[in-house]
């Protein structure tokens, strides 16, 4: 199996993904396949893409189809991150017809979400091209599906943020409130990663120009987030921050305002519309 980089992306994660999927969808039996199919029924089905964008899903589905039955055989015709449009053939399957069918919904599901991401992603990268920033996605994902997500995310040619709450440490504006600070919550951080002996990277979230220099006066930390501010304050802040850290501009980023932000300096961009406001890519299984 051939995936991107990423360490969330393992073998065991795929597969626990996947039956935990069936399991939801299937229960004892896909009693509508069971019930109108013979057993010893062989048929071929095609995935056919009805939209256009950006492909992705192609190194998950084969693993979805031999979860379900192992007599399955997939064909790819095309590769994760190809831009297709309406009438491309993504891959051939053929097997037990039954197996087919039960498979159909789970693959479906997956890969014409995944494609919706990756195609936005895309998109987005498209507009800030020739500046130095980096899109970033968010934690703001469908519970257990966060998997496919990030991993549709780095097809369109994004950058994952933390996976979760327990690889990264990123100090929010409440947790900094209720710590009484920034510098507050930077040396309380500090403390709980010496008593538990953990070594994570530490983001500060930041609302003005005077929290970004109290976060440069306590030091300490990995990256500065610039939330909500408008490009002339994130300019401001990046020349502030002169390159003692990672900068990341957070909050409100839309496609129409996302090229001006990143003409500011920021090294990163992060915007949550990568997973939680897409539209699915149209794609169908048929039989042929």
């Given at each position: ?76 015709l095309l590769a994760d991150g190809a831009l297709v449009k ?28 995944m494609s919706g991401i990756a195609t936005y992603t895309a ?166």
């Amino acid at each position: 199996m051939q995936t991107p980089p990423a360490p969330y992306l393992t073998p065991e994660a795929i597969t626990t993904f996947i039956r935990t999927a069936l399991a939801e969808d299937v229960g004892d039996g896909d009693h509508s396949a069971l019930a109108s199919i013979p057993a010893d029924a062989r048929n071929r089905a095609h995935l056919l893409v009805k939209g256009e964008g950006l492909l992705a899903g192609m190194a998950l589905a084969p693993l979805i189809f031999k979860e379900v039955d192992p007599a399955l055989q997939l064909t790819p015709l095309l590769a994760d991150g190809a831009l297709v449009k309406h009438g491309d053939i993504a891959f051939t399957v053929e097997g037990p017809a039954r197996s087919i069918l039960t498979a159909e919904r789970l693959v479906l599901n997956c890969m014409q979400r995944m494609s919706g991401i990756a195609t936005y992603t895309a998109h987005l990268n498209n507009l800030i091209a020739g500046t130095s920033a980096k899109l970033l996605d968010t934690r703001k994902t469908t519970p257990n599906f966060r998997l496919c997500e990030k991993w549709a995310v780095l097809i369109g040619g994004g950058v994952n943020h933390r996976y979760g709450l327990f690889d990264m440490i990123i100090l929010k504006d409440n947790h900094v409130d209720y710590a009484g600070g920034i510098a507050q919550a930077i040396a309380a951080t500090h403390a709980y990663l010496a008593q538990t002996g953990r070594q994570l990277p530490i983001e500060i979230e930041t609302r003005s120009l005077e929290e970004v220099q109290q976060a440069l006066d306590a030091g300490g930390i990995t990256r500065i987030m610039l939330d909500n501010m408008k490009p002339d304050q994130l300019r401001e802040a990046v020349a502030l921050v002169a390159g003692r850290y990672p900068t990341e501009a957070s909050g409100g980023i839309t496609e129409q305002t996302i090229g001006e932000v990143a003409q500011t300096g920021v090294d990163y961009i992060s915007v949550g519309a990568l997973t939680h406001s897409v539209k699915s890519l149209d794609l169908s299984l048929k039989a042929y």
